[in-house]
């Protein structure tokens, strides 16, 4: 039977989810139009006041914008497993929404609602019974739930023997002797299969790691093979030139570092396929290497945003559900 979800872990995932849902829309929408002029003018609007220099910051800003992206994905996944009682997605939740709070408490009095929001999220999910929820669902069962204590009242040579249901001692077998058995033939020890949160895990590793070098390594040729057409078209484009003049850079810097960036993304993705078949043997070092190397991928693909959302995601995902207790036990059983 299982422990029915407190009212106060499900508000706080459902704020959660929603709060970055919005968030991602809204980040997802201005990183896309970032070159436009609508765009362009009302952050200039935004930081004139401030006495900033809109050309040394926007850059800068446009960073922080794909950060906060990055932030509000993961706080959309980290909202929907928390739900489910999985106590990593919890505390990254919390973090999240901690860390958004102070940030929006600063922005001033439009920050404040968004404030208030993101302590509640924080309260909720440490609030009495959702310590009380969660310790149940990850096999920590506090006592004021139930257990018995673990304290005798006698020492354990005086304790009686345990008794059968006619009264009787309990007959207890006697002791294993390898002796007895040694020239018994030992009985093979199936493996245990393999968890459905590590087959996730690997599907997805798998398949981000093959499309991204499958289309980063298609780009790059290109930018390789076709670099004077390349920067030709940015020259001749007045929209594309003009995105170029707003950051500050010129065509050739452009495709210089499009071909160092698609270059990083092939070279992660290639490593994303190798960790993937090592974790798919089920080796403690190849869960380490998984992880590793999808936090290198939602790094690279941030820099690529918005085109990079997807594999932001996935990588989410897959630690996700490697951090589940069946995945590192499943792990660890080598």
Avoid at 294 to 303: C, P
Wanted: hydrophobic share 50%; with cysteine; aromatic share 8%.
């Amino acid at each position: 039977m299982s422990t029915p979800r407190p009212r106060s872990v499900t508000l706080a995932c459902v704020y959660g989810g929603l709060g970055g849902v919005l968030a991602t829309v809204a980040l997802y929408e201005t990183l896309a139009n970032w070159g436009s002029i609508e765009v362009q003018e009302a952050l200039r609007s935004g930081l004139e006041p401030l006495g900033a220099d809109p050309s040394a910051v926007l850059p800068t800003l446009r960073w922080i914008v794909m950060g906060l992206l990055v932030c509000s994905i993961a706080a959309t996944v980290f909202s929907f497993y928390a739900a489910r009682g999985h106590q990593q997605s919890r505390i990254g939740l919390s973090v999240i929404a901690g860390l958004g709070a102070v940030t929006f408490l600063a922005t001033g009095a439009a920050g404040i609602l968004p404030a208030v929001l993101g302590s509640l999220i924080v309260y909720l999910l440490w609030s009495a019974p959702a310590r009380q929820w969660f310790a149940v669902v990850n096999g920590r069962t506090p006592l004021s739930l139930g257990t018995e204590p673990s304290v005798s009242g006698a020492p354990a040579e005086f304790r009686p023997p345990p008794q059968s249901s006619a009264g009787q001692s309990a007959v207890q077998p006697p002791p294993y002797d390898p002796a007895q058995h040694a020239g018994l033939p030992q009985q093979p020890v199936a493996p245990a299969g393999r968890p459905r949160p590590v087959g996730l895990a690997l599907i997805i590793a798998g398949l981000g790691s093959l499309f991204g070098a499958l289309g980063s390594g298609l780009v790059l040729l290109a930018l390789v093979a076709m670099r004077d057409q390349v920067i030709a078209q940015y020259d001749d484009n007045d929209l594309l030139r003009g995105q170029l003049d707003s950051a500050g850079i010129s065509a050739e810097q452009m495709v210089t570092i499009g071909t160092w960036l698609f270059g990083s993304w092939l070279v992660v993705s290639v490593l994303g396929l190798v960790a993937t078949a090592w974790a798919a043997s089920g080796g403690p070092m190849g869960w380490w290497a998984l992880i590793v190397i999808s936090v290198l991928t939602a790094g690279i693909a941030a820099l690529g945003l918005p085109v990079g959302l997807l594999w932001i995601l996935g990588a989410v995902v897959v630690i996700v559900q490697l951090s589940r207790p069946e995945a590192k036990e499943w792990f660890r059983r080598a």
